[in-house]
């Protein structure tokens, strides 16, 4: 997939439709820095507003993709390598999160566990300020972790042991879940059974 490519054509795309760079942006409900950035080829547009980007500039999600009009010909050949390409992209993104994720949590875990060491240190001599900076580690360990698990649950979906359905569950029920590793018991919304779900980049 060529990012260059697929910008110019988005470029080309607006200008047909006597587009501008903001009022692309304000349909969308995005910055016209972020339009910007897609035509000079340094993001792609997110896959949650692709249909509606297509639909305004009058294009398929295969010629967005593409960089260009596809012929009727070569239309099967194109969306099967469109579809292999974005699926490499959505796995690069899972593994960036998750390593992110990974770093947050470890720097949360030993930030938190200098905060309480040094506190019990000066317990005796400084004893208000040990209290506050144990206090202060466990805040710390909290917020860090919970940053990690919302990236855990962006990083790909949650796979149901029972049918096999791949989802992303809401923030809420992977924050209250009980867990080992990123495994978590979740209700599966496609067979209503509450079970075990695997941690998987893809879907």
């Known amino acids: 997939m060529d990012q260059e490519k697929t910008g110019k054509f988005i ?30 080829g340094r ?33 099967k050949e194109i969306a099967e390598k469109n579809l292999a390409d974005i699926s490499e992209l959505e796995k690069d993104k899972n593994t960036k999160l998750t390593k992110a994720e990974f770093f947050i949590g470890l720097s949360g875990v030993f930030i938190s566990l200098i905060m309480v060491v040094c506190g019990l240190f000066i317990a005796a001599s400084e004893p208000f300020v040990s209290i506050f900076l144990c206090i202060s580690g466990g805040i710390t360990a909290i917020v860090f972790e919970f940053y990690a698990v919302l990236l855990e649950r ?14 992303v569950p809401s923030k809420k029920a992977v924050i209250f879940s009980v867990h080992y590793g990123s495994d978590r018991v979740l209700k599966c919304p496609e067979c209503s059974k509450k079970c075990w779900h695997k941690k998987v980049i893809t879907k």
């Open 11 to 40: 470029a080309a795309c607006r200008k047909d439709m006597g587009l501008t760079q903001a009022a692309l942006a304000e349909k969308l409900g995005i910055t016209d820095r972020a339009v910007s950035k897609w035509e000079t």
């Open 43 to 75: 993001s792609l547009p997110d896959a949650s507003i692709m249909i509606e980007l297509c639909g305004i500039l009058g294009i398929s999600v295969n010629e967005l993709l593409t960089g260009g009009k596809i012929a009727m010909e070569n239309y």
């Open 154 to 167: 962006d990083s790909g979906y949650y796979e149901c042991q029972n049918c096999r359905n791949r989802y």
